[in-house]
């Protein structure tokens, strides 16, 4: 982050009520339960059995509402010479030659980035013109996670510490023991293993396991990579899951009582881009692999993924690549996002991916290999065409040193800690 730059916000109020119906769409209502409270009838309507409203402005919970208070904004930003990310339109931007300013909508809230503070003061003023803001400052939230900026270090701090302390007073567990990995090394969950436990849980446990792995999906997918795996894998029980699994759930809780405090660090002077790939093939009992991947810009990770694979492959080297189009989807999406500000942020093609699997490597580049695997034969030219068009290219990484595996198994404790470590996680 350069030194004068602005991360900045605001906030429109009553977002939704700025908006307007479109022509031709007509929503009636029923009357509020506290009307009465607070307004009277007119009296033509006073005793008729039964009143309505009619809509003039879409309201929250409508599904105008939000369809219509995105054009508003589309509409505005327009007028103010704003260009919209194709891969993203969500995000709007404008360059001029030394000056910048990308704004980012969370429905009513408005991050602001900007090359200095002037720029940034400059745009909440023209969002004035068009409706009622609140001037939030130099940006410290959002979306529940604390945002801090040291511009002398070139760092952002991303951390949710207090919405953990909440999830983990909410389900009881505040005064829980802690432990170092959220996952022990190694285990089955699957019913018919050995380890799971042959008591299905209530329906009360059940609701209450729902609720642990929605807390801890939201954690897992913003600023701790770390418990991925983990969420992933219990995520697959939601359906009857056993005691076993509502007490491993709550071992990540422990572990989450432990690194509360940890941050998700990004730092580097320069945008460049590296992606590691993996896949952990046949060492489940369901016989799906499971693909990952760690997306890092400078240093620290801003997009990872665990998932299980959709079909059953036949050896280490068809699980990586069909990871690898996984991966490769959302490279280009990423690619995509950079190539609209690429003219004041700079970035290099192809992105360097990284696997440990020499074979996949060999499949990707050589069209002559697929013979050998016609059960993946779907994925084969995506992958192909994005690796010979220079979108990506891949290189070996040591199993040992490949910092995906944290997605796609519980590791031992030292392994587990160095990852973590790696993906930008700091006390």
């Not at 760690?294 to 998932?307: E, T």
């Not at 993946?376 to 065409?385: A, N, S, T």
Request: charge should be positive; charged fraction near 20%; hydrophobic fraction near 40%.
């Amino acid at each position: 982050m350069k030194k004068d730059a602005a991360v900045e916000q605001c906030d429109a109020k009553n977002a939704y009520l700025n908006a307007h119906l479109e022509l031709g769409i007509d929503i009636y209502m029923e009357l509020p339960p506290l009307y009465h409270n607070y307004q009277k009838l007119p009296p033509p309507l006073e005793n008729k059995p039964c009143v309505i409203c009619k809509l003039l402005i879409p309201l929250y919970g409508t599904k105008q509402g939000a369809h219509d208070w995105y054009q508003k904004v589309k509409k505005m930003f327009g007028e103010l010479e704003y260009m919209m990310l194709e891969a993203d339109e969500a995000v709007f931007f404008k360059i001029e030659e030394e000056k910048y300013t990308i704004i980012v909508c969370a429905t009513n809230d408005f991050t602001i980035i900007a090359e200095s503070t002037e720029s940034a003061a400059l745009i909440k003023k023209e969002f004035g013109k068009h409706f009622e803001v609140v001037d939030l400052g130099e940006i410290s939230w959002l979306l529940g996670v604390k945002i801090s900026c040291d511009h002398k270090a070139q760092t952002i701090l991303l951390s949710q510490g207090s919405y953990i302390k909440e999830i983990i007073s909410h389900f009881g567990l505040k005064n829980a023991h802690t432990i170092v990995t959220p996952m022990e090394a190694g285990i089955n969950l699957l019913p018919d293993s050995l380890a799971v436990s042959s008591t299905l849980l209530t329906p009360a446990k059940k609701t209450k396991f729902h609720k642990m792995i929605g807390s801890l999906i939201y954690a897992s997918m913003m600023t701790c990579p770390d418990i991925t795996y983990a969420v992933s894998t219990l995520s697959q029980y939601l359906k009857a899951p056993w005691t076993t699994h509502i007490n491993t759930v709550t071992c990540v809780f422990q572990y989450l009582l432990t690194t509360k405090d940890y941050k998700l660090v990004i730092r580097g002077k320069h945008a460049t881009i590296d992606r590691y790939l993996d896949a952990d093939w046949a060492s489940q009992s369901h016989c799906h692999s499971i693909s990952s991947f760690a997306y890092f810009v400078g240093h620290g990770v801003i997009s990872w993924s665990s998932k299980k694979q959709p079909i059953i492959t036949f050896s280490s080297t068809e699980a990586e690549y069909v990871a690898l189009m996984h991966a490769s989807k959302d490279i280009l999406w990423i690619q995509g996002l950079l190539a609209d500000l690429a003219s004041n942020f700079s970035y290099r093609i192809p992105t360097p991916l990284y696997c440990d699997n020499k074979g996949t490597i060999q499949l990707s580049k050589n069209a002559t290999f697929h013979r050998q695997t016609k059960n993946i034969d779907i994925h084969f030219h995506f992958i192909w065409k994005t690796v010979t068009t220079g979108c990506i290219k891949l290189h070996h990484c040591p199993t040992a040193n490949m910092i995906a595996d944290i997605f796609t198994k519980s590791l031992t404790c030292v392994k587990f800690q160095k990852f973590r470590a790696l993906l930008g996680l700091k006390n």
